[in-house]
């Protein structure tokens, strides 16, 4: 039965509004416990699709909600009691009001104010501009206003290497003084260290052609002066 101040002619019409505001009721009566799950679903789906002010009262005429008033928003909050426990499709009503008033909210903004449509370009990337292709370094003797010249990292490579063939294998350690010049006769001795040992590496310049520096190296063990008697 209508609680008394609740009834309406059968022909006003039922709003959006006015339906979200029973199922906000329907969803407060099922967490306190007047409603189960099944009757929750089904007073929530008859709610959504009621024509009338009528239908919608006849949903909650047995609970003990006060009747709302359709000619206000609804400010009904769902509360939730912590002594029953809430299952996945009892809450669909409760979605479909919060989807319901976010779109009257939506377009009572979109009436009020303006807001652009039209999508903002990104700044375009600048361009960069082309660039030469970086040549792959080649090895080789350089050769510069002084004249050719062997660099020092080659002096040490070739020390290095003619160490490993006469010893079986890599120095630990080789020191060279710098470049060594491309002439004739050019000389440098390197020092090597060696598992305790060192060495000595005589490098002579035995022929030039172009950029291309000919060497001889002669490698020799320092051998310490003998102890005193």
Not at 167 to 194: K, M, T, W
């Amino acid at each position: 039965m209508m609680q008394p101040g609740s009834s309406y002619r059968d022909s006003t019409r039922a709003s959006d509004a006015d339906r979200a505001q029973v199922c906000a009721i329907l969803d407060n009566a099922y967490a306190d416990g007047e409603l189960d799950a099944d009757e929750h679903r089904q007073r929530c789906s008859s709610a959504m699709s009621a024509k009338t002010h009528v239908q919608l009262l006849e949903l909650i005429s047995d609970l003990q909600a006060p009747p709302p008033v359709f000619t206000q928003q609804p400010t009904i909050a769902v509360k939730v009691s912590p002594n029953r426990k809430w299952i996945v499709g009892a809450t669909a009503c409760g979605v479909a009001a919060v989807a319901i008033l976010g779109f009257i909210i939506a377009a009572w903004h979109s009436g009020s104010s303006s807001s652009p449509t039209a999508p903002v370009a990104a700044p375009n990337a600048p361009v960069a501009a082309p660039t030469a292709p970086v040549q792959a370094p080649t090895k080789s003797f350089n050769s510069d206003s002084t004249g050719t010249y062997l660099p020092l990292a080659d002096v040490v490579a070739t020390v290095s290497g003619d160490f490993q063939d006469d010893l079986g294998h890599a120095p630990e350690h080789v020191n060279c003084p710098g470049d060594l010049a491309g002439q004739v006769g050019a000389f440098e001795r390197c020092s090597i260290v060696d598992h305790g040992k060192r060495y000595t590496a005589d490098v002579t310049v035995t022929a030039v052609n172009g950029i291309r520096i000919t060497t001889h190296e002669s490698i020799n063990e320092v051998v310490p002066p003998p102890s005193g008697p």
